[in-house]
């Protein structure tokens, strides 16, 4: 598989009438063809932060930010104007959270779907609609030439996912960002929906990061998973080794947090405490407050992400690394 991402020492920083938050704090992963990046954390790790700033979707005039995210050897960060408008939608998609919200109320999803293929394809009227209805048979959304005429609010929560996998796919980008884009489904359709992002990306060969907070999403979709906590990746391994053998705390945390099989009856072990306040950056591991393994060196200063083994990278400098 060969390279597509680089994201490197990317800092992301929010101006608020008050303060500065620093909401992502030196991040730094790969991405290659055909590979699926899980990045897992709880609410306001930094993960949807650093998600978006891949496609710069941050208000600018409140918005800092600085390092590198290079798509194929482009800079993202320098790009303006309508630099960014090529690369959105056509070189990079993305899955949102919520399609109900994502979707223009307005206009049918045919006429969205349509809109954008002209825009970045230059085909015609006649053959972007024919596209549109191939995107929607592709998604196995039944019925296609209904639907096309079918307005957001006229489809099911599943059926609307499905469609913004359709838009997002429409112009045949090399890298698909997918926001938590299974929380607002019930158990049956969020199975159908991650198994079709899957094969998509097996048949076209796509670069994928897939944000979640759900460990056994994350697991079902990726290849590697970062761990994300107070705005940097704690953690970052293979699938199998992260569930096998997890080296940072707040990873054996949210495992040992999560409802397995076999489990009636027994009390979950909760993470105590809460994440640090992030309009400071912390002096030393972020962590170390709530963390029950906490030595007097991970206090000194903040440990660095350094290598425990091939290819696993954990930030973390007390016993269990």
């Known amino acids: 598989m060969s390279e597509l991402l680089q994201v490197r020492d990317l800092e992301v920083t929010f101006r608020t009438p008050d303060r500065i938050v620093h909401a992502v704090n030196g991040v730094s992963f790969d991405v290659k063809r055909g590979e699926t990046l899980g990045i897992l954390g709880e609410s306001g790790s930094g993960k949807s932060v650093t998600l978006r700033s891949i496609l710069k979707l ?18 993202i960060l320098d790009m303006t104007g309508s630099a960014l408008a090529d690369l959105r939608g056509n070189r990079v998609a993305m899955i949102f959270q919520e399609p109900a919200t994502a979707f223009d109320p307005v206009f049918t999803i045919g ?67 997918a926001d938590e884009p299974t929380t607002a489904l019930d158990a049956t359709v969020q199975i159908q929906v991650l198994l079709l992002i899957r094969e998509l990306q097996r048949e076209f060969d796509l670069g994928v990061i897939f944000v979640t907070h759900d460990i ?32 940072h705390p707040y990873s054996r945390g949210l495992l040992a947090s999560t409802v397995q099989g076999g489990m ?32 007097p060196k991970c206090l000194a200063a903040p440990p660095p992400l350094s290598p425990v083994g091939d290819n696993h990278l954990v930030r973390c400098v007390g016993t269990l690394a």
């Not at 941050?58 to 800079?75: A, C, F, M, N």
């Not at 405490?273 to 029950?292: I, N, Q, T, Y």
Request: hydrophobic content about 40%; charged content about 30%.
């Open 216 to 247: 056994g999403v994350a697991v079902e979709v990726s290849d590697r998973i970062g761990v994300m906590y107070a705005g940097k990746l704690v953690e970052l391994a293979s699938v199998e080794e992260m569930v096998d053998a997890p080296r």
């Open 58 to 75: 941050h208000p600018e005039h409140r918005t800092r930010w600085s390092g590198s995210i290079k798509l194929e050897g482009d800079e």
């Open 111 to 177: 006429r969205q779907i349509a809109e954008t293929v002209k825009r970045h394809t230059g085909k015609s009227e006649t053959d972007a609609w024919k596209r549109a209805r191939e995107l929607l048979e592709m998604v196995r959304i039944p019925s296609p030439a209904q639907r096309l005429k079918a307005y957001p609010h006229e489809m099911s929560g599943g059926m609307r996912q499905r469609a913004m996998i359709a838009l997002a796919l429409s112009c045949n980008p090399a890298l698909l960002l």
């Open 264 to 295: 009636r009856g027994q009390r979950l072990e909760a993470i105590p405490g809460a994440p640090p306040d992030l309009g400071e950056v912390p002096a030393a591991c972020s962590f170390a407050s709530r963390c029950k393994f906490v030595e």
